[in-house]
């Protein structure tokens, strides 16, 4: 209430000032005439020029400010990465029947195109089925994922994560399939209906992470192309992955 009162009071100074002015020109010149013509010619410029400042130049502003945020989160995406997502996108890649399938289709190389990746992010959001965790270590991902879960905490402290909305619900996902494996005291003799909710929260897992490296190695070719040449040789979906450069 107290700010709507301190708006009015703001308004009606400013109101009075404007009159003021106007009543001292009258005073000196004595043409009501002159006063009106600018004025209405003030009135008529002002739609225009509330299109220009509030919408034009805001909104140039505003994404500006948001590229040099999600500049700035590639950085902590990147830090993701190199902590835990890479061996995430390899512990889990052995869950899915179209294992081969999915490394060829997102097999990422030094001279891929925009057009490449396009295609690669196409495939990435279509992969469904659910993944058989007979293919993986539980108990080995379970312990993986509780060591890094106070990276993950302190990549949550960042006030610009909420911009990054995709990430954002990559690392809740994350947290909860962690949460899901550190309930269960054992991961080796657990029933059926047991394994398929754990399978369907690696899959949300999965299918999140992939779309976002993608996002993320794109990112480094147009950007940092002497990181891109490193992952490029790394990365997991490939056959023999070696930082040497051959």
Known sequence: MRRHLNFIILAAILIALSALVYFVHYA???DVHHIFIYMVGDLAFLPLEV????????RV???REKQAIMQKLNMVVGAFFSEAGNELLQRLLGCFDKSKDISQHLAVKQNWTHADFKKAMSFA??????PDCSGI???GLKKF???KRQFLLALLENPNLLEHERFTDLLWATFHLTEELEARES????PGADIGHIAGDIQRVYSQLIVEWLCYVEHLKSKYPYLFSLVA???PFQEHPSPVVV
Not at 51 to 58: D, K, Q, W
Not at 187 to 190: G, H, K, R, S
């Open 233 to 235: 040789r790394t990365h």
């Open 187 to 190: 991961l080796t003799d657990i």
């Open 125 to 130: 959001r279509a992969i469904d089925g659910e």
């Open 145 to 147: 994922l509780i060591r």
């Open 137 to 139: 270590d539980l108990n």
């Open 28 to 30: 000196i010149f004595h």
């Open 61 to 63: 502003l505003a994404r």
């Open 51 to 58: 299109f220009l400042v509030v919408i034009v130049i805001e």
